[in-house]
Nanobody, 122 residues
Framework: VQLQASGGGSVEAGGSLRLSCKAPARTFARTSMGWFRQPPGKEREFVAT????????RYADSVKGRFTISRDEPKHTVYLQMNSLRPEDTAVYYC????????????????WGQGTLVTVSS
């Protein structure tokens, strides 16, 4: 299953970006989705996840109140709205999918997108 992430770019601190991740229609339903990121020189970390039914979202403490994950079923797309961006948000962002319940652990996910780079300048 190939996920297609897009929307990355360069922005100044305090700015906003919206990432998108499109999944195959046949797999999107019943698939919980997550966003992870890998800052330069660091390990991959959890950012946000949303259940397959969309009734619950969870966030890393570092992004709570600034980032919002959502999903659009007809478009089989998950979004990550990022506001009040900070230089420490600079990273390659990856979307991921898994059947069943959502998870904060990257190893639990079965499908991954190719990554999109977000650069926040001070």
């Amino acid at each position: 299953v190939q996920l297609q992430a897009s929307g990355g770019g360069s922005v100044e601190a305090g700015g906003s970006l919206r990432l998108s991740c499109k999944a195959p229609a046949r797999t999107f339903a019943r698939t919980s989705m997550g966003w992870f990121r890998q800052p330069p020189g660091k390990e991959r970390e959890f950012v946000a996840t949303i259940t397959w039914a969309g009734e619950m979202a969870r966030y890393a403490d570092s992004v709570k109140g600034r980032f919002t994950i959502s999903r659009d079923e007809p478009k089989h797309t998950v979004y990550l709205q990022m506001n009040s961006l900070r230089p420490e948000d600079t990273a390659v962002y990856y979307c991921a999918g898994k059947g069943g319940s959502s998870s904060l652990r990257g190893d639990d996910y079965d499908y991954w997108g190719q990554g999109t780079l977000v650069t926040v300048s001070s």
